[in-house]
């Protein structure tokens, strides 16, 4: 069976794509997180800082320019200590290409966000 977009639908906390699933058949309209691990994250204060660094960085550089995650990262740590949100840098950004903000690119190209690995850059959509 192919999955079509009203089969489809972002994790509330990490943004990556989540697909219907048989299991959630009686309750898909209700499901909001991929795992057990974001239903237990969710979004903090921490991680809304972390979209309005990425949306205040992109706004203050030139239509077409990207970020690195770890410069909204910078933003919101206190000090030195930014390395340990680098993954919610990430899934902030994952967020905002669910709301059509931003665009995760890869070598230059638009990828999936869900299935990105590796080192990327955030752009205005």
Request: aromatic share 4%; with cysteine.
């Amino acid at each position: 069976m192919a999955v079509t977009r009203a089969q489809e639908k972002p994790c509330a906390s990490c943004g990556r794509t989540m697909q219907w699933r048989k299991a959630w058949a009686r309750n898909w309209a209700d499901i909001r997180y991929c795992s057990d691990g974001c239903r237990q994250r969710k979004v903090t204060a921490v991680d809304l800082a972390l979209e309005d660094a990425i949306r205040s960085l992109l706004s203050s550089r030139a239509a077409g320019a990207s970020i690195c995650p770890s410069e909204a990262a910078r933003c919101v740590a206190a000090g030195d200590d930014w390395h340990g949100l680098m993954e919610p840098a990430r899934r902030a950004a994952r967020r905002l290409v669910a709301a059509g903000e931003v665009v995760i690119t890869q070598g230059g190209q638009a990828v999936d966000p869900s299935t990105a690995k590796g080192p990327i850059r955030i752009r205005r959509a």
